[in-house]
């Protein structure tokens, strides 16, 4: 497997990849400076050739960077950040980098197939997996092939003549760059060029050669390509290029080679009059005092004629092209030249006249009509009937527009009130229909979406409804604009034919909601391009499309009685949403920000649901979760809805079968994982379920799995997901969840991709992210922390313990310590029974955190060393001055205990301090999935990062700290932070500063708590995880306060990671419940523990089952 | 020195008829003292015409007999108004430089920022004539072989049929040559190529060898702006990731399609040729269109 790269070099494409196995090899660079883990050449193309075949391979080459070095007497390349990620290295910053030479083989593809390659090797690498890996510079290169097609497909290109030194004169096809919106565009691809595209040795590390050859090559190939394939050639062909400046052009455009052909010195003219000529489209750019403003105004509502041949008069006038304001119109500047302004006034006027004129002459090239007018000697306006009229709107505006001109026309145009437009006319009951409302056990699955629905269609002009007989009037009079009611009507003759033929082919009739509501938004239904301007609908339809703004229609006066919590007003909101939807047998996506309580609305519709039956068992609701969010739920479920009956469908001794049929159905709540519901999908499958939650749905992943199978194959009256990513912007995901719980309503994944994701994504093109946000605006609710009425909710500051479920490999491991030092302790006295005592309690917050901390393969150094603790406190002499927290300590432990300090885990990073960097962990370290905090955490993450927020992980132990950065970095594809008690004072600065500039580069901060618990400004965060505990809340708000203080804007979010049944829930229940014993635990350090009996010890560590352990 | 006519010998008897408004050879200092690029060419048709010619013909030319001139590449034409009613049309014909010739003198030209720098305030410094000299050009740059050969530089020519050059030469001669005093680049444009596209032609190569090539179309300020592209040194820590603006770039909408937009920014070709290039490009850009859109869809570029 292979990272692969891009590179220009020598105007042509250089492709070159760092294999991962010469990297894990640990191979180094030898004395010539090959890169030493660089691909070879024909490994490239072997690989290259298996991702398309018919690619044509390019030619073997070597190519020459400069790329970041480990410093020192001899340099080595460090990986690229993919790479590193996919070997797991963390770089500290201990590390001082150069920038050093070195060689590595590539493949160069021709100039002329680079735009090919890059969008070849986008599409190929999107749906392959295997022996290639995209390098994270690649990304650049696709959106600057995006940027080439879209030059070409919007027409943003021109024909220019390049003459290179030695003399020969070329024809090319570029982009346009010079509008004030596309430099821009192209200073973003520049400033955000990853800094090894221009890193080729000798280029001098410029950017604009590189963006200019790429574009330059990719347009002309794409155009030149498609030209000769449709034998523009063959216009010219008669022609005399020797003699006609225009024919000798495009020779050098319009054939295969570029070479123009001319007569003597006629190629340098040619040059100059194309340069003449293209530097007109630059003229919008010049700064100008005043410009040419057009102000149309339509016929007055009394004119005689309001036909065809209606007069618009097109006036004049002379605009502040700064703030878009009229200085003078033409009519008064003409009409007060008269004798009796004198000096300095007449020769203002004359001067603002000579303007006038000159820009009337430059507007005239673009809109030839405008030549009329310059016959006259005072030109204030020409008149304009309603054809000419529309054509200017039309075709006219924008061109001037773009040409720096002023133009106003009435407001009306371009209103979809002003054109023709269909609407959806729906008609339902005003109750529910019955089946619906009684929730009948087992009915087929989204019965609410294929529900019939009366619907008909009706044509509209303005506010009018129009019957065929008038559109058939009004296309036989074939004018482009009518007034109607005292209102102008764009009536586009294809528009006209559309609404006939559509009003003759919709009769009307019924049809199912979700065609109904696909229709609306103009997806499926009516081919015709007739823009459907809506839908109208009375009864329970008119409440579902209502969306947000007409919650009121289904708003609940109140939370369940039963429910033993608080709902927030927008809560209350998102509930009854809920409800509705489930009246209706409909699914829904709640996609609300991380924070604002997903679970609780969800359970209170549990509740909610109960009281409305009266009593009557509605049927046990299915409620699939990862399983390190499981433990959550419970908590949560009981907290808030005692008397709701859960069942755990979780761990060995789970049922199945009968068993399993017997436990749902006396059920309320069966709670499992994503997991089990694969494994147990047959009898899962055989369970009426009244409805099937997902919660954190997005993995529900494309394309489908077995996993997604099982679940969709479950059957049930309704699905509801929860989300916390930003599914409007991951148009997959978005997918996949709307599938399940709206099966169908997004149609095909191919159709959905070619219909809103690659417009959406890919060309940003924003009527179809708008169309899209109408399609699944019944269904998917999202509030955001920062939407104005959840703000005005919330408080600033939010602290949430979030429940985690071990995984089986921590379960063992843990059960296994605790066991051994049961055994050991009973034996053994005085310090060596402290000594015990404290290292399987090191070991079981380790495990706690990953297995891989625990059995050492996160640091090798300090692993050993730990390792050693454990074998019964051998070394456990861990040089630490003692001392910090004196007066406590000194008081609570006898000072023959060398071991207690050193044990404290917030010393336990200074001792780790001396860590050698770099780091490389091994591939299993990385795993998220092996603990149940770092599977958590990576969710969070993922939605915190997805949402635009930013986040602190605090934790005790940098050696966790570095597992973590190296975790993020893997699954997340983000570079955290990392700040610990070896980060220099100048380098703290630097993090802080970078972390705080909040321009979405660095969103995550992992801080060990000693080092960045406190003295620092953070705010730009608005989440705090406390990954792993230190039980001294004082300490832990200090930590908090980073985020939250003075300068914060946002609400504060505080994650408190408990594992559920180990010591940490018990001593955090301690603390909670402020118990005797917590006032020992708190500041103390973790001393008090060796003085606890074997048989308090037992009760205080040993693993409580709670049945969702041991998934297997 | 050359015997300049004696003026006192003049025929006094038959004046020509007087012109109004002509051209008149006013200068102080007479025909002494022409600077270096203007002098050989007056001393060499005096030289070259018939002692009589000569004389009448600055006669003519201080009585502003020369109605009309016209200065083209290569040749001028003028109307001088002797005795007769109407004015003798004549020409002088000028050796021109052929474009290869033209392309090794501007070659060397370029070279120097000099000359170009020179040019641009109107003035010829006098290395032009030996640098012309020693690239072996067809003609020097100060042409100063009159007659009525074909050989000659200029060749001559005028309605009045008499031995070449004639009177009416001479006089038109002096209004040449005053003028090519204070306007010495016009020797250009005798030679075949107009001053300014001569100094845009130097211009042209000296970007060309200091870009490496010259284009036609002009690049946005993006290109020029430095800033955007820091050191890479800068960079050693984020070396491999896109910056955070490419998030801005795609958030960005793209450019509303309207069509054949800059096609008609630019409105009617000013090139001069006959062959209907916009309406092809309207056409090309049709074809564009459709092409990018499939691009656009998925379909690779270079796909079939």
Redesign the interface.
Known sequence: MFVLHANWSGSALHLWGESLSAARLGHTASRTAAHPWGTAAKDLTAALDALDAGLGSGTPDTLRL???HLGGAAPQVLP???LAALLGRVSDDAET???EPCTVPSIRVAA??A??RI??IR?ALASADGMIAA???L??WY?LADFS?????????????????GGGFRG?W?P????S????????????????V??VDGAD????PIV?GFLAA?TD???R???V??T?ED??EA?DPTT???????TGL?RSTDAIRTG??GA?D?????????????E?REARALCLGLRLEEPALDAADTGIDATWRVHFMLVDPETNETVIDASALFSRGDARRRGAAQARDEELSGMLLQELARAS??WTELDDALEEERPTGIDLDTRRAYQFMR?MR??LL??GFVVEIPSWWGESTSRINAHLLIDSPDELPPMMSQGARGAALGGGLQSLVGYRWQVTLGSQVVSVDMLERLAANKAPLVRIGGQWIDLRPEDIESALRFLRGHPGGTMTLIEALRMANGIDGPPEALPVAGIQATGWVRQLIAGDDGSESFRLTEAPSAFKGTLRPYQLSGLSWLAFLDRLGLGGCLADDMGLGKTIQLIALLQHERAVSGGQPVGPTLLVTPMSVMGNWRRELQRFSPELRVHIQHGLDRPAGERLRSAAESADVVLTTYAITVRDKDDLQSIPWRRVVLDEAQYIKNPPTKQTAAIRAIQSQSRIALTGTPVENRLAELWSILEFCCPGYLGSQPDFR?RFA?PIE?????KSGERLRHLVRPFVLRRLKTDRTVISDLPPLVEARQHITLSDEQTRLYEQVVKTMLQQVDQAEGIRRRGLILSALVKLKQICNHPSHYLGEVAPVAAAKEANAADGGKKIDRKKPAGKRGAQQATAKPAALPSDETLDPLDAIDAQENLAAPIVLPPAALEPARSGKTQRLMEMLDEIVAAGDSALVFTQYRAMGHLLVAMIRQVLDV?ALFLHGGTAQGRRDELVERFQRG???TPIFVLSLKAGGVGLNLTAANHVIHFDRWWNPAVENQATDRAFRIGQTRTVNVHKYVCTGTLEERIDQMIEQKTELAANIIGAGDAWLTELSTGQLKDLLSLRRTGMEGGE | MTQLPDQSRQRQSENPRRVIGGFRFKRKGGIENFPWHADPLLRSILMAAAPEAAEEGNRYAISGQTATMIVAAGKVSASVLGRASRPYQLEFHFSTWSPEEWERLIGALSAEALYSARFLVDEMPPTVATLAESLSLGAPLVPSKPGGKSASDPRTTCTCGGQQPCKHAVAAMHILVERLETEPLLLFTLRGMPPKQVIERIQERRTLSARGESHAHPLPSAASDHSLAPPLASQLEDFWRPGRRLHDYAARPAHPHVPYALLRRLGASPLGGKFPLVGLLASIYDSLRTRGLRARDGDPPNGT
Request: proline content about 5%; some cysteine; overall charge negative.
């Open positions: 400069l790329l970041p690229s950040s993919k980098l150069t920038l002329s197939h735009l090919d969008l070849k599409s390098g994270h510079d990304e650049w959106s097609v879209n030059a070409v497909a919007d027409q943003r290109v021109v024909p220019t003549v390049i003459q290179e030194q090319q570029r346009w760059l010079n509008d919106d596309t430099n821009e565009s192209v200073a973003d691809l520049i400033a955000s060029m990853p800094a090894v221009r890193a590390g410029q950017a604009w200019d990719a190939s794409l155009v390509d498609s030209l394939a449709e523009y216009s010219i022609c006609d400046p225009h024919v000798s052009w495009l319009v003597r010195g340098f040619l040059l100059r009059g194309a340069r003449g000529w293209l530097g007109l489209l630059d919008a090239r673009i075709e924008p061109i773009e040409a070619r690659v890919r060309n940003r093109d924003p570079d321009d979405g580069s």
